[in-house]
């Protein structure tokens, strides 16, 4: 039997402009916006709708915003009666997917992920971390690699993305030096990215910290459909399995070929990426050759799902 799941993607997919057309579009789009900007008591509709783009790129902007466009587009698939077996979020994304589970309630959901961006900001100094893309590198290579660059500091992956793609992230002399020896091992490219924090490694525990009582005041259903997990690759259908995995990411790698693998094995042929942009398409594509995702996250979009849904 078919199985649909829906895709929500994290950081990096943001751009200005992002959710203006299903806002324009959709009532109940708007009203997710409407919901957002009085959560926050500031106008992050505005944000994504007009930019700027520096301001959006603020993590604690870009977080929050990120979180309102998928929540936006989910209301209307939810309106034209498509509904997900599954959910799974990249990093950030993995709020959104609570939210469709209806684990999380999306006001509560919006404020977390502002303060989650502030505590990751503040947590390492601005441009003592980095991050970069490894690039086709030798999986069996990788671990030596990292082994080699730490010298006493740290340096770790940080999202498994793809067979492809490899992030890694830590102290910006650690990773720079892990950017050196993986092209040495075989590595195709490496990119350094232009992020404001290194994300998912263990520079990211003071913000670890910050969030949990935050998290633990903060009500978790369980949930209606399973959710596949960042931090373990694995299904959770308990509200305190759900918080438990939003504190154990953030200072740990996004698993997200083995998310990816474990959602196809149950039989997932049916792929949505909900929200802004399509950066978890193009992953599927590498993971699962020929395996081809829907985006959603503009009006125009709307008759592809309907299409893709009836499949």
């Known amino acids: 039997m078919a199985a649909t799941v829906f895709l929500f993607p994290g950081q990096g997919s943001q751009f200005a402009g992002m959710g203006k057309s299903l806002a324009e579009n959709f009532p109940a789009a708007r009203a997710v916006f ?23 790129k603020l993590t604690e902007n870009t977080q929050p915003a990120l979180l309102t466009v998928s929540i936006a587009a989910l209301a209307v698939l939810q309106q034209h009666g498509v509904i997900p077996d599954y959910v799974a979020g990249h990093s950030l994304g993995e ?87 993986a092209k040495s091992a075989g590595a195709k490219k490496v990119v350094p990215l232009p992020v404001s924090a290194p994300f998912h490694c263990e520079l990211m525990k003071p913000a670890q910290a910050r969030l949990r009582p935050l998290l633990d005041a903060t009500a978790f259903q369980n949930l209606k459909v399973p959710l596949v997990n960042n931090w373990q690759a694995r299904e959770v259908l308990l509200g305190v399995d759900a918080r438990e995995g939003l504190f154990q990411q ?20 049916r792929w949505f990426e909900v929200g802004a942009g399509k950066v978890l398409v193009g992953l599927l594509k590498n993971i699962l050759p020929g395996t081809q995702g829907i985006t959603f996250g503009e009006a125009a979009d709307v008759e592809k799902i309907l299409q893709g849904a009836r499949e």
Not at 38 to 47: E, H, Q, Y
Not at 250 to 269: E, F
């Open 95 to 181: 709020y959104s997917a609570l939210v469709a589970a209806g684990s999380l309630d999306f006001s509560d959901a919006v404020r977390l992920v502002r303060q989650r961006g502030k505590f990751m900001q503040d947590a390492a100094v601005p441009g003592a971390g980095a991050m970069a893309a490894l690039l086709k590198m030798p999986l069996d290579q990788l671990e030596r690699v990292l082994r080699e660059a730490s010298r006493g500091a740290v340096v770790s992956a940080a999202n498994y993305n793809s067979p492809d793609q490899i992030v890694i992230a830590g102290e910006a002399s650690a990773v720079q030096r892990a950017m050196d020896l």
């Open 250 to 269: 953030i200072p740990n790698p996004v698993r997200w070929t083995d998310s990816i693998q474990h959602l196809a094995l149950k039989g997932v042929d």
């Open 34 to 56: 409407d919901q957002a900007d009085d959560a926050l008591g500031f106008p992050i509709s505005k944000l994504c709708f007009e930019g700027p783009e520096e301001d959006l």
